[in-house]
């Protein structure tokens, strides 16, 4: 009963580049079928593996104008060169329907979407440490150099702003970080204003009527 009127949750997660956001969140709706993923618009070409409309919406920077233009992102920034929005229409659409929605989106987006829905729950990825991190970016062979340098770079700034989130993660581990994500996702989903609390007394007393 109280379950029913209970809103979905929009979890929002950030973290240096090459923390392990996506590892991480796919292992969790791997695990949680009842969540949704906030699929991003970005300018940023596809790596080799990455599918348009999956895993972005892979657009032209005239594309991306277009819709900040027609105010169809939650949010959007630039990172390194690139612009990466978040489309409000299905998110709205799943929070809506009751269902929990994470979102893989960088500080500045993180900021805007907490201004604008201050009920979403902010997590940020701590890295296990900066050389574990260097090595990970290194790796995946997919930036140059330079956009590797620039993206270290922005871990630094990134790990500052950090202490504006609710919690914090350490992926050390990607079974047990999933296992810590669960845990804030159901500690949250118990918190009194996510549910209209005159809501549960009526139908407690509906049932006292019965
Ligand atoms: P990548 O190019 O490695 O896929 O992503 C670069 C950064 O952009 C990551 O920190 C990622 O979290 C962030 N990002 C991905 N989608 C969005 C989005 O829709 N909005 C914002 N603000 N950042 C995003």
Redesign the pocket.
């Known amino acids: 009963m109280i379950e029913e009127q209970k809103k979905g949750t929009l979890l929002v997660l ?1 973290g240096p ?1 090459g923390v392990g ?1 996506n590892t991480l969140i796919d292992m969790f709706l791997n695990r949680n079928k009842d969540i949704r993923y906030s699929i ?3 300018t ?1 070409k596809p790596r080799n593996h990455e599918k348009d409309n999956i895993d972005y919406y892979f657009l032209s920077q005239e594309q991306f104008c277009n819709m900040i233009e027609e105010e169809a992102f939650l ?3 630039e ?1 390194c060169g ?1 612009y ?3 489309p409000i229409k299905p998110i709205e659409e799943a929070l809506a329907d009751g269902y929990d929605v994470i979102m ?3 500080i ?2 993180a900021k805007q979407v907490s201004e604008k829905w201050p009920e979403a729950v902010l997590i940020f990825l701590v890295p296990p440490s900066l050389e574990e991190l260097a090595r990970r970016i290194k790796n995946r062979k997919t930036e140059t150099s330079e956009e590797i340098e620039a993206r270290l770079k922005q871990a630094l700034i990134e790990m500052d702003v950090g202490r504006m989130y609710d919690y914090y993660l350490v992926h050390d581990n990607t079974e047990k970080t999933v296992l810590e994500l669960e845990a804030i996702r159901q500690a949250e989903s118990f918190k009194v204003k996510r549910i209209n609390w005159d809501l549960v007394i009526s139908s407690l007393k509906e049932g006292l009527n019965a």
């Open positions: 950030s580049s956001k991003s618009a970005t940023r949010e959007w920034a990172f690139n990466y929005g978040t893989d989106i960088e500045q987006g």
